[in-house]
């Protein structure tokens, strides 16, 4: 988490300045190219034959929202495929693009390694974020969780949902 630059400035250094002008920051290039060219973003709509799970957190109205859909195969219960909207800044987009790049590499995460993503393993992945953007990793994290017990409840496996709905 210490590969981002933080500065308390006046003026414009760095990649994002407050609307005060009070702090500024600057992005890792890997938060950069998954805000610019995200990965698994969502174009469209999708049949629902073509997800297992979906996950949503957050509220439009006081900020970030996230909503997601996996496919999980039923086979070995890992996630092959990871779509993604989400309505938020750079970081909540790079936090999302790069939680979706994660769960499906390397054939997929299965649904025990996906649980056990935390939001620092996001951070890590982007290369950093400023500490007033941390949030944006617990989001992704969350979304993901929430897919997670979508899948168990779907597949009537009510027992390993760990979320209260």
């Given at each position: 988490m210490t590969d981002y630059?933080?500065?308390?400035?006046?003026?414009?250094?760095?990649?994002i300045v407050s609307a005060d002008k009070s702090h500024s920051w600057f992005?890792?290039?890997?938060?950069?190219?998954h805000f610019f060219k995200p990965?698994?973003?969502?174009?469209?709509?999708?049949?629902?034959?073509?997800?297992n799970a979906v996950g949503r957190v957050?509220?439009?109205?006081?900020?970030?929202?996230?909503k997601?859909?996996?496919?999980?195969?039923?086979?070995?219960?890992?996630?092959?495929?990871?779509?993604?909207?989400?309505?938020g800044c750079a970081s909540a987009i790079?936090?999302?693009?790069?939680?979706?790049?994660?769960?499906?590499?390397n054939n997929g995460l299965t649904i025990d390694e996906a649980r056990n993503l935390k939001?620092?393993?996001?951070?890590?992945?982007?290369?950093?974020?400023p500490p007033r953007k941390i949030h944006c990793s617990v989001l992704a994290d969350q979304a993901l969780r929430d897919a997670i017990d979508d899948y168990y409840r779907r597949?009537?496996?009510?027992?390993?949902i760990r979320s209260i709905k």
């Amino acid at each position: 988490m210490t590969d981002y630059k933080a500065k308390e400035v006046k003026g414009t250094k760095g990649d994002i300045v407050s609307a005060d002008k009070s702090h500024s920051w600057f992005y890792s290039d890997i938060v950069k190219e998954h805000f610019f060219k995200p990965q698994n973003f969502l174009e469209g709509e999708l049949k629902e034959s073509e997800y297992n799970a979906v996950g949503r957190v957050g509220s439009p109205a006081c900020g970030d929202e996230l909503k997601i859909w996996l496919w999980i195969d039923p086979k070995d219960e890992k996630i092959k495929r990871f779509w993604w909207k989400t309505f938020g800044c750079a970081s909540a987009i790079a936090a999302t693009s790069i939680t979706s790049v994660i769960a499906t590499e390397n054939n997929g995460l299965t649904i025990d390694e996906a649980r056990n993503l935390k939001p620092q393993d996001i951070v890590k992945r982007l290369g950093g974020l400023p500490p007033r953007k941390i949030h944006c990793s617990v989001l992704a994290d969350q979304a993901l969780r929430d897919a997670i017990d979508d899948y168990y409840r779907r597949t009537e496996q009510s027992d390993k949902i760990r979320s209260i709905k």
